[in-house]
Nanobody, 121 residues
Framework: VQLQASGGGLVQAGGSLRLSCAASGGDFNRYVAGWFRQAQGKERAFVAL????????YYADSVKGRFTISRDNAKNTVYLQMSSLEPEDAAVYYC???????????????WGQGTEVTVSS
C-alpha cells in the first residue's frame, strides 16, 4: 500500500490542524495505521495509531487528550486531528502502515513522504 500525507502548515500555538494520509494500492483496512513525527535533530517518534477497523486507538503520552486519530476506510484515508498545538509539536509528520499493533517505527513497513507542521509561539 502506498501512502501520501498532507495537511501540514504553519499554525499558531493553541491552534488546530488536521493531517490526512491517503492510501492506495492495497486493502487499507487490513493495516494498522500510525502517525510518527520527527523534529529537527531528533529521532522519529510515535504519535498515534489506529486499528484496521478504527475501533482501537493508542496515543503517545505527549499528545494524549490533544490529538485524535481516525480513519475512513471507504476513502482509504487516516486523519490526525491536532488541537492545542504547542511549539514542541513542530515536526515533520509521517503516516505509516503495519500489520501489527506497534509503537515501534521498525515494525512499520509502509511510509508516506511526510508533511511539515510548524507551530509559532
Amino acid at each position: 500500500v502506498q501512502l501520501q500525507a498532507s495537511g501540514g502548515g504553519l499554525v499558531q500555538a493553541g491552534g488546530s490542524l488536521r493531517l490526512s494520509c491517503a492510501a492506495s494500492g492495497g486493502d487499507f483496512n487490513r493495516y494498522v495505521a500510525g502517525w510518527f513525527r520527527q523534529a529537527q535533530g531528533k529521532e522519529r517518534a510515535f504519535v498515534a495509531l489506529t486499528s484496521g477497523g478504527g475501533d482501537y486507538t493508542y496515543y503517545a503520552d505527549s499528545v494524549k487528550g490533544r490529538f485524535t486519530i481516525s480513519r475512513d476506510n471507504a476513502k482509504n484515508t487516516v486523519y490526525l486531528q491536532m488541537s492545542s498545538l504547542e511549539p514542541e509539536d513542530a515536526a515533520v509528520y509521517y503516516c505509516a502502515a503495519t500489520n501489527r499493533f506497534s509503537v515501534l517505527k521498525r515494525d512499520y513497513t509502509n511510509w508516506g513522504q511526510g508533511t511539515e507542521v510548524t507551530v509559532s509561539s
